[in-house]
């Protein structure tokens, strides 16, 4: 059994920083990339971060400079530092894990909410 489990969101007012984290723990043989998504309501989910077994990295242009994704791969701990954050950036985020023999595994998602 495999469990993701994302922490680290809540409320920041416009112009701050969180850092999310998630990790990943159970029968997983070989994950190939770790990322953040979000989902905003009404919404559709869209990709934050990604960040490969080899750190490559992509971003979405939204928060491109704003937000640094980062991975520990001994510990299958991903980070996401967000900074300069704005009401835009309020969603639902969740951690997604990209796995050999193409297992794809989600976490709960953390509620990020920028407001003043």
């Known amino acids: 059994q495999v469990q993701v489990v994302e922490s680290g969101g809540g409320l920041v007012q416009p112009g701050g920083s969180l850092r999310l984290s998630c990790a990943a723990s159970?029968?997983?043989?070989?994950?190939?990339?770790m990322g953040w998504y979000r989902q905003a309501p009404g919404k559709q989910r869209e990709l934050v971060a990604l960040?490969?077994?080899?750190?490559?990295?992509n971003y979405a242009d939204s928060v491109k400079g704003r937000f640094t994704i980062s991975r520990d791969n001994a510990k299958n701990t991903v980070y996401l530092q967000m900074n300069s954050l704005k009401p835009e950036d309020t969603a639902v985020y969740y951690c997604?894990?990209?796995?050999?023999?193409?297992?794809?595994?989600w976490g709960q998602g953390t509620q990020v909410t920028v407001s003043s």
């Open positions: 997604n894990v990209v796995a050999a023999m193409g297992h794809n595994y």
């Open positions: 960040i490969t077994s080899g750190s490559s990295t």
């Open positions: 159970g029968s997983i043989f070989r994950i190939y990339a």
